[in-house]
């Protein structure tokens, strides 16, 4: 009996660390075993093309967060396109920017105000929130940012949003990120978290988010890059699309 158990917890213990190692690699993402459930939308930029904004309806899709722009002067390819796409759509279209650690934030959000208004000006096509997305790139997570000059050039950037839609835009982080440089600071915007091997209730217990990125590898009709695949995101338990709209 005792070998029997001895056994089964050998066994148990080898299962747990194949998992580890497998959720460490992302070739497991325990996440993606159970569907969540909620108000389902996608993010995307260049790299997804020209996006079917009648396929991503008819696939439950309700919204789109579109990458606008990044840093101070990058304009990415295919966000105009993506505005023409979603003219007469039920599927609601927002612009998001690519935080740049190298450039002012207020340089940022003329960069971002510039090319988003154009299309804020339509209501109809581009109505939800602004979403600035704060994540590594580069050697940035091996040489961080000093945590004062961040905060300071990501408040620049949000109070000039602020000033232009009246709307503070989400702000977009993974934990780390949010431990580093966001936590106690930016308690004013909303969450959009990333948690794409975890359930975010794993990696976020504390809750208080409104988006929840929960994979980067979704596929989806009428969006995907050249792997096939798409970012997928869920709103929080109860919220709609009409929390969002500017």
């Not at 108000?39 to 790299?47: A, M």
Request: hydrophobic share 45%.
């Amino acid at each position: 009996m005792l070998r029997r158990i001895a056994t089964v917890l050998i066994a148990a213990a080898v299962l747990l660390a194949a998992l580890f190692v497998g959720v460490k690699a992302e070739v497991i993402r325990p996440n993606m075993l159970f569907e969540p459930e909620g108000v389902k939308g996608v993010d995307t930029s260049e790299y997804q093309g020209t996006l079917d904004f009648t396929a991503l309806a008819d696939a439950g899709i309700e919204f789109v967060y579109a990458k606008a722009t990044e840093g101070a002067t990058y304009v990415d390819a295919q966000f105009m396109d993506t505005c023409e796409q979603a003219s007469g759509s039920t599927v609601a279209l927002g612009a998001y920017h690519f935080f740049s650690f190298d450039s002012p934030g207020i340089d940022q959000a003329a960069n971002f105000v510039a090319t988003a208004s154009v299309a804020w000006s339509n209501l109809n096509v581009c109505s939800l929130r602004p979403a600035v997305d704060v994540e590594w790139y580069g050697d940035k997570k091996q040489n961080p940012p000093e945590a004062e000059a961040v905060r300071r050039e990501l408040r620049a950037f949000v109070e000039a949003v602020e000033d232009t839609c009246g709307h503070k835009p989400l702000i977009y982080a993974g934990n780390d990120i949010y431990d580093r440089y966001l936590r106690g600071h930016f308690d004013d915007c909303e969450l959009w978290v990333s948690s794409r091997k975890w359930p975010a209730w794993v990696e976020w217990p504390q809750g208080g988010w409104t988006i929840w990125q929960y994979s980067d590898a979704g596929k989806v009709a009428g969006a995907a890059n050249d792997a096939g695949h798409v970012d997928l995101d869920v709103l929080a338990e109860g919220a709609t699309v009409g929390d969002l709209l500017l």
